[in-house]
């Protein structure tokens, strides 16, 4: 899918251009965004490297595990198959709730941490589990309480009412959450999305 | 209400502090070394953030490349009719299909949308609540699974495509209930 989306967009966007003459500044957006890339990752290095160091801490104290076996009911219906205890269900809890609250500098760096936990139980590298695409579904459906960005484009435009928008938003973002669960858990059943072409038993 | 906004900022700026300050004092009450701790823990920073060159660059490119060819407006023009149907404007169909690719890109529509209709009005409140319950799944996948070195996703784009489907379906039904 990645293959096919990554491709469509290389060669649609360069057809296009010739197209529509507008090829001088797609080659221009081409080189600027690989340079962008580079310096987001750099520029991310050190909010990642904050988060890191406090989730150690969290980590070394218990307060990660206390957390853990307060929200385990709901986190052992998604992730069945992760041990009890199991780092990536705290790590996976604490982004959850950053991106509930918008805190999306500290969900970043806390949802790779949750896949890097999610790898140690992954017995084919490369390869994405069941449950890196189930945490994946629902981060991608948004989980974000507030649109505030949003809410801040309104308000500069000079709204009279910048924050009616929450409600409906929090009524969409749970039908997209519920949706992307639901989906994540049928995907996972069909052959196709088979881990391993000669996959006997799952870990 | 521009009270209730500056409340919720404050509200976010106050949750981040406490998981700062909070998850250090909490530490040193239980006898944790805070420091040497943070500090180690920090160290994979760096690391982390060159694994995911690569992948960011794959996707920033391919994005930047769509942005700048014109696709979106081409595309958004050769289907008004559906739009119509859903009783959307080309620039909220066109924040549809952006958003999935680009978070500052969908932004920046919106501003345009804020702009052109009005900050009250239905289309810029529709384009708002679809911003608030869909994702840069694009981008998330790519950081994500760069981080652990995962090329074969299997279904997840898939399904956080659907779940961005449904957040913009669901996003039409309630602001027509509420704003229409």
Redesign the interface.
Known sequence: MLNIIWLVLLVGSAAVAVFTGQVKEVVLAATESAGSAFKLALGFTGIMALWLGLMRIAEQSGLIGAFTRWISPLMQFLFPRIPDGHPALGSMTMNIVANMFGLSNAATPLGIRAMQDLDTLNCHKGTATNEMCMFLAINTSSVQLVPASAIALLAAGGSSDPTVVIFPAIVATCASTVAGILAARLLSGLRRFRQEPSEKAEP | ??G??EL??IA?NL??LS??VG??V??FF?G?R?YE??????????E???R??PY????????????????LK?ITEAIPGVLNALGLSPEVFSLILIRP?SGAAS?GL??EI??TH???SYQ??L????????????Y??A???G??????????????L??????V???IA??RL??A
Request: glycine letters at 10%; one cysteine or more.
């Open positions: 209400m521009k209730m906004q919720s900022a976010s949750i981040f998981f700062l998850i250090p909490y530490g239980k944790v805070v701790s943070f500090v180690d823990g920090a160290k994979e920073g760096f982390v953030a060159v995911i060159i960011l660059v794959a996707i920033l490119v391919a994005v930047g490349m769509f942005r700048a060819s014109g696709a081409l690719l932004l919106l501003g804020v702009a009005g900050p009250d810029a409140r384009g708002s609540v679809i911003i608030g319950s869909t994702e840069t799944t694009l998330v996948v950081v994500y699974f981080a652990v070195m995962v090329t074969r996703v299997r279904y997840a784009i898939h399904a956080g659907i779940a961005d489907a449904v957040g379906l669901a996003a309630v602001c509420f704003f």
